[in-house]
């Protein structure tokens, strides 16, 4: 049985490969119709504090569209971006194998039935393919969580990845450094990539983990409060100096230009720190499912 609450499903019972492909396709419909209660949450709060009359607007047009997708069962937005899934399995009772095949059947589904946007495009054969997951795994003793996350074109465009020291912007290896590189990225955006931006980041040793870390800090809740004090000053004082930028939602001028950030670090190398930026777009569309 597959039951729902906010945007997390859980399946009980021996679910069959058919029932498993069923409750992800209903997953991605989830995603991409409704959004995330805290997301709203923020725009509505946002749109409370908010003075300027055009960016009011805005969040308006926003809130009345996350109704509109929600009642109707329609997309949040035309670019349903790439599926962006992340498997915490158990292995005494999932194949890793078996799981891959499974999320991509699925995936070819939810393009017809959702519907999907077909955003995968082969380069080498010229042509539309559909859509095409990229999948990360970790084992797990707990319970099997399948987490989805869709990020759109536009967002995925503004995003950034530096290595500090950075003369440009006269970002050093510590944690003001950080914060320039956060801050900087939304300068070079300019209202592009759809915000208000829900900004993810993260410091490590080499660019891949940076970007990854960066990435996956969206499938956190905006209220999570940091653990780390030292981050969690970060991103209220990024976050501050970033709605004072006056790009707006959508860069139509305001002081809603982000909804939050989200930071975290790792081990870094003597001679390398590299700082992922994640910008997301104010349609942050996540869900979770849990498997028995």
């Given at each position: 049985?597959?039951?729902?609450?906010?945007?997390?499903?859980?399946?009980?019972?021996?679910?069959?490969?058919?029932?498993?492909?069923?409750?992800?396709?209903?997953?991605?419909?989830?995603?991409?119709?409704?959004?995330?209660?805290?997301?709203?949450?923020?725009?509505?709060?946002?749109?409370?504090?908010?003075?300027?009359?055009?960016?009011?607007?805005?969040?308006?047009?926003?809130?009345?569209?996350?109704?509109?997708?929600?009642?109707?069962?329609?997309?949040?937005?035309?670019?349903?971006?790439?599926?962006?899934?992340?498997?915490?399995?158990?292995?005494?009772?999932?194949?890793?194998?078996?799981?891959?095949?499974?999320?991509?059947?699925?995936?070819?589904?939810?393009?017809?039935?959702?519907?999907?946007?077909?955003?995968?495009?082969?380069?080498?054969?010229?042509?539309?393919?559909?859509?095409?997951?990229?999948?990360?795994?970790?084992?797990?003793?707990?319970?099997?969580?399948?987490?989805?996350?869709?990020?759109?074109?536009?967002?995925?465009?503004?995003?950034?990845?530096?290595?500090?020291?950075?003369?440009?912007?006269?970002?050093?290896?510590?944690?003001?450094?950080?914060?320039?590189?956060?801050?900087?990225?939304?300068?070079?955006a300019q209202g592009r990539g759809c915000p208000p931006y829900i900004i993810g980041a993260a410091v490590c040793g080499n660019m891949e983990e940076a970007s990854y870390r960066a990435k996956n800090r969206?499938?956190?809740?905006?209220?999570?409060?940091?653990?780390?004090?030292?981050?969690?000053?970060?991103?209220?004082?990024?976050?501050?100096?970033?709605?004072?930028?006056?790009?707006?939602?959508?860069?139509?001028?305001?002081?809603?230009?982000?909804?939050?950030?989200k930071l975290t670090t790792r081990y870094v190398h003597p001679a390398s720190w590299f700082v992922g930026v994640s910008v997301g777009c104010w349609s942050m569309r996540r869900t979770t499912l849990k498997?028995?």
């Open positions: 049985m597959l039951t729902k609450r906010g945007n997390t499903l859980s399946l009980t019972g021996s679910p069959t490969r058919s029932e498993l492909i069923d409750a992800i396709v209903e997953m991605y419909r989830v995603a991409v119709t409704e959004l995330p209660q805290d997301v709203v949450h923020a725009l509505q709060k946002s749109l409370k504090k908010e003075t300027g009359p055009r960016a009011k607007n805005v969040l308006e047009t926003m809130l009345r569209n996350i109704e509109l997708a929600d009642t109707e069962t329609k997309p949040l937005c035309q670019d349903t971006g790439i599926p962006l899934i992340y498997v915490q399995y158990q292995s005494d009772k999932y194949k890793q194998h078996e799981l891959k095949r499974i999320l991509k059947d699925a995936t070819k589904r939810a393009t017809k039935e959702v519907p999907l946007r077909s955003n995968a495009y082969d380069v080498l054969q010229g042509k539309i393919i559909g859509n095409y997951p990229i999948i990360y795994f970790k084992e797990t003793k707990d319970k099997t969580v399948i987490q989805l996350l869709l990020k759109g074109g536009g967002s995925e465009n503004v995003s950034r990845l530096y290595q500090l020291p950075d003369l440009s912007i006269d970002a050093q290896r510590d944690f003001d450094g950080i914060e320039k590189c956060i801050i900087d990225a939304v300068v070079k969206h499938l956190q809740l905006i209220t999570s409060k940091n653990k780390e004090p030292k981050l969690a000053k970060i991103e209220r004082s990024s976050l501050k100096k970033i709605n004072q930028l006056g790009i707006g939602p959508m860069g139509v001028g305001g002081n809603t230009t982000a909804l939050g950030v498997l028995p």
